[in-house]
């Protein structure tokens, strides 16, 4: 960062802090992981720079011929991931890619299922605080009371009641594979589309560790910077029958022009994701979820929908009296961080919920596997039982310090 310490040294000093708390802590944001190699370099390069409205050999920019080349790699290398038939790898996050598909798919007013927020699903998918429930009429499902999974039955139901245009399925905070054959044919039921985001488990699909929603899906979205370790970004696949749709209402319908810089990492991330160590990795990451399952449920843990087949467990912490904010803080005060969650069924604000989100993605990336999930386990055991314990603290502190010297970042 020569130059940035010299143009801005605050911003460089921030920049080099953030760095040190990544290397020195342990990241279980089930929602994050660290970069492939390559990802930090494609985001900092000279397409930074390029305007490039529109799309390859149709922008309203000139210079474009590097971006064009550059844009359809990333394409191809992204249909050929996951099977699809087209991509669109403009959209800026994951909102903005199910923004692109709503407004592609859908009229102002139409009726749409989706996941119910509080039951694991996204803010995207027209909850309350989000403009999405402004402009398309969202009806919610959710998931059985006993076996806290989806309630597939009570969708169909719906379904038949409501005759919505489009299901969504997909999720934040569900830990349990989803049946898209089983949706697919409630949609089909009533004429609806059926849209997937798979942001969360994108890169356990890619390394085809966990089905794919590809062959049931009208489109599928997803981001490119959690278990698929990229850098950020959102992508929407689709059938090519929508492939115009979709391409307008990403530009110029939702979007100017497309972060370059952002496509360049999508490319790169296409492309790793694509190798064998990739799918060990994803391998590893959902073993060490189901580790980290097992290790915690050994010591009396409740997790919701009693375990885990993806990268996350959802841990219900009300048997043990401590809110997800006050777990939250007392492992972040250690150097393990980690995030509050609603709960299904629990109906409350989720700054006062008992849930508690952890995922493996990250410590996957560092290598960690088995032994270092079980020490992190008990970790987090110490710190819930004792939150303010300044003696325990101090002591997972140096564990912490001396784990992440033995698994330095990846890159
Ligand atoms: N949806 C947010 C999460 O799962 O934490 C991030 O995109």
Redesign the pocket.
């Given at each position: 960062m020569r130059a940035l310490t010299t143009s801005d040294p605050e911003v460089a000093a921030l920049i080099r802090h953030e760095e040190e708390r990544l290397a020195a802590t342990i990241d279980l944001?089930?929602?994050e992981n660290h970069p492939l190699p390559g990802i930090f370099e494609a985001l900092g390069s000279a397409f930074a720079v390029k305007a490039a409205e529109g799309y390859p050999a149709a922008r309203y920019h000139a210079g474009c011929a590097h971006a064009d080349a550059l844009e359809d790699l990333a394409i191809r290398r992204c249909c050929a991931l996951f099977g699809a038939e087209h991509a669109n790898v403009q959209p800026h996050s994951?909102v903005a890619a199910n923004w692109a598909v709503y407004f592609a798919a859908l009229n102002p007013g139409d009726r749409v299922l989706a996941m119910r927020l509080s039951h694991g699903g996204?803010l995207s998918h027209g909850a309350a605080a989000s403009v999405t429930s402004r402009c398309f009429q969202f009806e919610h499902y959710g998931l059985d009371p006993d076996s806290e999974t989806i309630d597939y039955d009570a969708i169909s139901d719906l379904a038949a009641r409501t005759r919505p245009r489009m299901l969504v399925a997909g999720a934040?905070?569900y830990p349990r594979l989803i049946d898209y054959a089983r949706l697919a044919e409630i949609a089909a039921g009533v004429s609806a589309l059926f849209m997937v985001d798979m942001?969360?488990i994108a890169g356990l699909v890619a390394a085809g560790v966990i089905p794919s929603p590809l062959p049931h899906a009208d489109y599928v979205t997803f981001?490119t910077y959690k278990t698929l370790g990229g850098g950020r970004g959102g992508v929407i696949l689709c059938r090519e029958k929508y492939r115009s749709a979709i391409d307008r209402s990403v530009f110029p319908g939702c979007q100017g022009t497309p972060a370059v810089n952002m496509i360049a990492a999508k490319a790169v991330c296409f492309n790793l994701a694509a190798q064998p160590d990739f799918r060990t990795r994803q391998e590893q990451t959902v073993a060490n979820a189901r580790y980290l399952g097992d290790a915690l449920t050994e010591r009396d843990y409740r997790l919701v929908a009693g375990g885990t087949d993806n990268h996350l467990v959802l841990i219900d912490l009300r048997p043990r009296g401590i809110s997800g904010e006050h777990a939250e803080n007392a492992l972040a005060a250690a150097g393990l961080f980690a995030?509050r969650n609603p709960l299904p069924f629990e109906n409350t604000h989720p700054n006062r919920s008992g849930g508690l989100r952890l995922g493996t993605p990250a410590i996957t990336s560092r290598g960690m596997g088995k032994p270092e999930v079980e020490l992190i386990a008990d970790w987090i055991d110490q710190l819930l039982r004792q939150p303010d314990d300044p003696a325990v603290r101090r002591s997972v502190q140096s564990g912490v310090a001396e784990l992440t010297r033995d698994f330095p970042l990846p890159c």
């Amino acid at each position: 960062m020569r130059a940035l310490t010299t143009s801005d040294p605050e911003v460089a000093a921030l920049i080099r802090h953030e760095e040190e708390r990544l290397a020195a802590t342990i990241d279980l944001i089930a929602a994050e992981n660290h970069p492939l190699p390559g990802i930090f370099e494609a985001l900092g390069s000279a397409f930074a720079v390029k305007a490039a409205e529109g799309y390859p050999a149709a922008r309203y920019h000139a210079g474009c011929a590097h971006a064009d080349a550059l844009e359809d790699l990333a394409i191809r290398r992204c249909c050929a991931l996951f099977g699809a038939e087209h991509a669109n790898v403009q959209p800026h996050s994951g909102v903005a890619a199910n923004w692109a598909v709503y407004f592609a798919a859908l009229n102002p007013g139409d009726r749409v299922l989706a996941m119910r927020l509080s039951h694991g699903g996204h803010l995207s998918h027209g909850a309350a605080a989000s403009v999405t429930s402004r402009c398309f009429q969202f009806e919610h499902y959710g998931l059985d009371p006993d076996s806290e999974t989806i309630d597939y039955d009570a969708i169909s139901d719906l379904a038949a009641r409501t005759r919505p245009r489009m299901l969504v399925a997909g999720a934040s905070a569900y830990p349990r594979l989803i049946d898209y054959a089983r949706l697919a044919e409630i949609a089909a039921g009533v004429s609806a589309l059926f849209m997937v985001d798979m942001a969360h488990i994108a890169g356990l699909v890619a390394a085809g560790v966990i089905p794919s929603p590809l062959p049931h899906a009208d489109y599928v979205t997803f981001t490119t910077y959690k278990t698929l370790g990229g850098g950020r970004g959102g992508v929407i696949l689709c059938r090519e029958k929508y492939r115009s749709a979709i391409d307008r209402s990403v530009f110029p319908g939702c979007q100017g022009t497309p972060a370059v810089n952002m496509i360049a990492a999508k490319a790169v991330c296409f492309n790793l994701a694509a190798q064998p160590d990739f799918r060990t990795r994803q391998e590893q990451t959902v073993a060490n979820a189901r580790y980290l399952g097992d290790a915690l449920t050994e010591r009396d843990y409740r997790l919701v929908a009693g375990g885990t087949d993806n990268h996350l467990v959802l841990i219900d912490l009300r048997p043990r009296g401590i809110s997800g904010e006050h777990a939250e803080n007392a492992l972040a005060a250690a150097g393990l961080f980690a995030n509050r969650n609603p709960l299904p069924f629990e109906n409350t604000h989720p700054n006062r919920s008992g849930g508690l989100r952890l995922g493996t993605p990250a410590i996957t990336s560092r290598g960690m596997g088995k032994p270092e999930v079980e020490l992190i386990a008990d970790w987090i055991d110490q710190l819930l039982r004792q939150p303010d314990d300044p003696a325990v603290r101090r002591s997972v502190q140096s564990g912490v310090a001396e784990l992440t010297r033995d698994f330095p970042l990846p890159c």
